[in-house]
């Protein structure tokens, strides 16, 4: 006969072992999947996009990819409609759909905040050297591409030209889609054309460091005419002396800024560990396109939309450290 006290000795341990067995493994923490709306397999947009996308995937519990698509212009229609929850687009773009909507659609786009200011891109404005263009004046009966129609590039391509007294009618516009720009240069088939891209987008290298086209400059008093006619925030920019090979003068031109996007409903602390790598992986992103290396949180959040709040906190904290 088993004594009590041996007894309950034997129970006690036979509860603990069983209890030991049925211990519940502690709940994982849900996977967050975020998709980053870049633009074509060529551009900047993407090639910063897997950059970041490959950083941000080592957050615990994040799962990133950046995703192509046709035209970086429709970029803010993903975020507001939810079809993606990060994006880059121009300052001046996302101002406008913001507070007007845009030509898809033309409610204000309300969901759409700021992580952060990346870089800044210029309107390129280039002419075959021998073509007898000294200034956006020549273009007048030249063949000029200017852009994918409904392109934030013919967009700027067209208030530069305006502002010269020129139009459709004044020259043969070319409006490259099926075919890529240094391929219609390379072919001979342009005088010139514009692009609307980050300094060293690889086409700009290709055609102006490789090709026999050089750079246009726009003068000052243009400029300041097309500030005042922009709807899209183009501001003064500098194309610096040797940022493509053969450049040997600093060019005049109008640029903006672009910014990394994301939907107003992401939580705050996501957002916050989403602001705090994008900066602590600057040099991958440089890596990835030489654009990035102008990512530098003194210039983040002079967003030209509000800042998402857990983007907002990243800065105060980082204020607050300094």
């Given at each position: ?28 923490k ?25 950083a941000?995937?080592?957050?615990p ?8 698509g ?100 004044s ?77 040997t ?9 672009i ?64």
């Amino acid at each position: 006969m088993v004594k009590p006290r041996r007894f309950i000795g034997l129970l006690s341990i036979s509860l603990v072992a069983v209890m030991g067995g049925c211990q519940v493994e502690p709940a994982q923490k849900p996977t967050t999947t975020l998709t980053i709306a870049a633009g074509s397999a060529d551009g900047v947009y993407y090639s910063v996009g897997k950059a970041l996308a490959a950083a941000y995937n080592r957050l615990p519990g994040v799962q990133a990819r950046a995703e192509l698509g046709e035209m970086s212009s429709q970029n803010v229609e993903k975020i507001e409609t939810g079809a993606a929850d990060l994006s880059f687009d121009g300052a001046g773009h996302a101002y406008l759909a913001f507070k007007h909507g845009t030509q898809v659609d033309r409610r204000p786009h309300e969901r759409l905040r700021a992580i952060a200011v990346l870089f800044s891109t210029a309107v390129h404005i280039a002419a075959r050297r021998g073509s007898g263009i000294r200034g956006v004046e020549d273009f007048r009966g030249k063949r000029i591409a200017v852009g994918s129609r409904g392109s934030s590039t013919e967009e700027a391509s067209l208030l530069v030209l305006e502002s010269y007294g020129l139009n459709y009618d004044s020259f043969m516009p070319v409006f490259p889609l099926n075919r890529d720009l240094a391929t219609d240069a390379r072919e001979g088939i342009l005088d010139g054309f514009f692009q609307f891209t980050p300094l060293q987008h690889a086409v700009m290298t290709e055609v102006i460091g490789s090709l026999d086209f050089q750079l246009i400059p726009i003068t000052r008093e243009k400029i300041a005419d097309i500030q005042e006619r922009s709807p899209f925030l183009l501001k003064s920019t500098r194309i610096s002396a040797g940022t493509y090979r053969g450049q040997t003068e600093d060019v005049m031109t109008v640029g903006t800024d672009i910014l990394l996007l994301c939907r107003e409903d992401l939580p705050d602390q996501l957002v916050h560990d989403l602001t705090r790598t994008l900066f602590a992986a600057a040099p991958e992103l440089a890596a990835a396109h030489p654009a990035a290396a102008g990512i530098d949180p003194d210039r983040g959040p002079a967003a030209s939309i509000p800042l998402h709040p857990g983007a907002a906190r990243y800065y105060r904290e980082r204020e607050l450290l300094r």
